[in-house]
């Protein structure tokens, strides 16, 4: 079994900063992808950023030049670090990780973490 175990949300005032974590750990032979997603009240889940095992990185058009994601892939960890925080950002934010098992074969599944809450304040 894999888990992600996300942490870092929190309340704060627009323009302010949060950095989100996520660790994942388990059974896992290696990681490609890692990223997160949000998901605002009545609105669909929709990608925030993502980052593959080799360091490439990729943005929603609204979080570009103010969040950024990293990995420290020695520890199975993403980050994602939030400045300029806006009241459009609040929402409940996902890790999500493209994971690589060994089960007789190598598998690629793809798991989820709990969700950890970011509001921010106008």
């Known amino acids: 079994q894999v888990q992600l175990v996300e942490s870092g949300g929190g309340l704060v005032q627009a323009g302010g900063s949060l950095r989100l974590s996520c660790a994942a750990s388990?059974?896992?032979?290696?990681?490609?992808?890692m990223g997160w997603y949000r998901q605002a009240p009545g609105k669909e889940r929709e990608l925030v950023a993502r980052i593959t095992s080799g360091g490439s990185a990729n943005y929603a058009d609204s979080v570009k030049g103010r969040f950024t994601v990293s990995r420290d892939n020695a520890n199975n960890t993403v980050y994602l670090q939030m400045n300029s925080l806006k009241p459009v950002d609040t929402a409940v934010y996902y890790c999500n990780a493209d994971v690589v098992i060994f089960t007789a074969r190598l598998r690629t599944y793809a798991y989820w973490g709990q969700g950890t809450q970011v509001t921010v304040s106008s």
């Open positions: 388990g059974s896992i032979f290696s990681i490609n992808a």
